[in-house]
């Protein structure tokens, strides 16, 4: 059974920095392990991603603020976020692909940013 688990969120001042981590258990390797992000009211987007092989992909609103990464010997992917703005504040969602075309996804880790 393949599980992801989420830490890293929690409260942050406007401009702060936090670090999300997903580890994934029950799975060897996957294609790709990524980042959404879903605030009140509005639909899930996409964060980041990265593939095993370290494509990465960012939406445009957290181009040179956050990067992710990921530990293919731990399963376990990474999302550095600096610069945070309050608008950032939302349920961050891990996902992942694995080579057969399975989605799976994390509970959500609650990240708010306000002074």
């Known amino acids: 059974q393949v599980q992801l688990v989420e830490s890293g969120g929690g409260l942050v001042q406007p401009g702060g920095s936090l670090r999300l981590s997903c580890a994934a258990s029950?799975?060897?390797?996957?294609?790709?392990m990524g980042w959404y992000r879903q605030a009140p009211g509005k639909e899930r987007e996409l964060v980041a991603s990265?593939?095993?092989?370290?494509?990465?992909n960012y939406a445009d609103f957290v181009k040179g603020r956050f990067t992710i990464s990921r530990d293919n010997a731990k399963n376990t992917v990474y999302l550095q976020m600096n610069s945070l703005k309050p608008e950032d504040t939302a349920v961050y969602y891990c996902?992942?692909?694995?080579?057969?075309?399975?989605?799976?996804w994390g509970k959500g880790t609650l990240v708010t940013v306000s002074s």
């Open positions: 996902n992942l692909r694995a080579y057969n075309g399975i989605t799976y």
């Open positions: 990265i593939t095993s092989g370290g494509f990465t």
């Open positions: 029950g799975i060897f390797s996957s294609y790709a």
